[in-house]
């Protein structure tokens, strides 16, 4: 199973707020029947870094159609990072095993 997702917020200061709002869109692949799709979602919730747990996740995007190949879906998660950018949801985390902390960050154009 492929799975792919990067943390939005507004800012990169994430230490530094009691509670960040943030979006969470992500690519997974799924079997649908018997056809392996790649679905695009997105979650929408608040990190609390006083309790160390989201708060109030919902699912913001969630089509039922997958995309046959990844290269469509990673077309349409793009075009989701770009939505939330414009929206100011521009600092970008993500998983970097060679990251010292083991967390990667990008600024969203």
């Known amino acids: ?3 792919l997702f990067e943390t939005l917020y507004r800012t990169d200061g994430l230490k530094d707020f009691p509670e960040g709002e943030y979006y969470r869109p992500r690519i997974e692949s799924a079997v649908v029947n018997g056809v392996i799709v790649f679905c695009v ?6 990190f609390s870094n006083t ?3 989201m708060v109030h996740e919902i ?10 190949t990844e290269a469509e ?5 793009g075009q ?10 521009v600092h970008c985390f993500f998983f970097d ?8 960050y990008r ?3």
């Open 1 to 3: 199973m492929v799975r």
């Open 41 to 46: 979602r997105e979650e929408h919730a608040y």
């Open 51 to 53: 309790e160390k747990r």
């Open 59 to 68: 699912t913001t995007f969630e089509p039922e159609e997958g995309y046959v």
């Open 73 to 77: 879906a990673s077309q349409r998660y």
């Open 80 to 89: 989701q990072l770009q939505y939330r950018a414009k929206t100011g949801f």
């Open 97 to 104: 095993p060679y990251a010292k902390d083991g967390v990667g």
């Open 107 to 109: 600024k969203l154009a």
